[in-house]
């Protein structure tokens, strides 16, 4: 196209039509590389190791990268970031950052759940949360069915009652790595840990000898 276009007097538009090329092709602009997201990209999964492009999208967008989830997707199948999939119930393995230590309260809650069941019939789960510095258990939850929303939705709670702690700890189970908890966090600005797969003592310590100690029927809150 270029040679035609220099050896001879013609226009762009004869001289795509005697080649047989669609001028639209000639004209359009290269798309820029985004060299800035494609950094940020692989930054944030090399912290996040076994979030998808999705959970990437809502890492960017706290920084202001806002795009088309389908440019998303593109980027990061050229970056080469897609995540295999495991065989079994490996969970993420999260953030590589070191866990704060719990030095005054309010430093670092821990949270996780129990379970037991109504006699021999139905069961339930307890949702446990506390404050590592002084180990205080700050609530217990007992639901047939916990979901990511009514987490986030009783973290609202115990931040009105305690203030905003410096760090939350946590396994990585779906109730915790859902959408709702990750929005949760960006908006309340909470940094978020997860723990290594098979190390549960690392959050949750406590949390049996709490359930051991409180009173033989956990309070009952409707979703």
């Keep these: 196209m270029l040679r035609v276009l220099r050896d001879y ?3 762009q538009r004869r001289a795509c039509r005697l080649i047989g090329v669609d001028p639209k092709t000639v004209r359009r602009e290269r798309q820029p590389d985004h060299s800035a ?7 944030v999964a090399g912290k996040r190791r076994r979030f998808g492009y999705r959970r990437i999208g809502i ?3 706290r920084q202001g990268m ?3 989830h ?3 997707y593109r980027l990061y199948r050229e970056e080469g970031l897609s995540v295999r999939r495991r065989r079994g119930r490996k969970r993420a393995r999260g953030s590589r950052t070191p866990m704060p230590v719990p030095l005054a309260p309010g430093a670092r809650w821990s949270m996780d759940f129990v379970s037991d069941t109504f006699g021999a019939s139905r069961k339930f789960r307890i949702l446990a949360i506390n404050d590592d510095c002084c180990r205080e258990n700050l609530c217990l939850i007992a639901d047939t069915s916990i979901s990511g929303a009514r987490v986030a939705r009783e ?7 305690y203030g905003k702690p410096a760090c939350i ?3 990585n189970g779906t109730e915790f790595t859902s959408r709702a908890i990750l929005e949760w966090a960006a908006r309340n600005q909470i940094e978020w840990h997860y723990i290594d797969p098979g190390k549960p003592w690392t959050c949750n310590g406590f949390v049996p000898v709490t359930y051991l100690t409180m009173p ?3 309070r009952m809150r409707g979703g």
Aim: net charge negative; no cysteine; glycine share 0%.
């Design 70 to 72: 389908k440019k998303l």
């Design 216 to 218: 033989p029927w956990p």
């Design 9 to 11: 007097d013609v226009s």
């Design 169 to 171: 700890v946590s396994d």
């Design 59 to 61: 890492m960017l967008e």
């Design 155 to 161: 973290l609202d709670t115990l931040v009105r009652l």
């Design 37 to 43: 997201i494609r950094d940020t990209m692989k930054e």
């Design 66 to 68: 806002i795009m088309n």
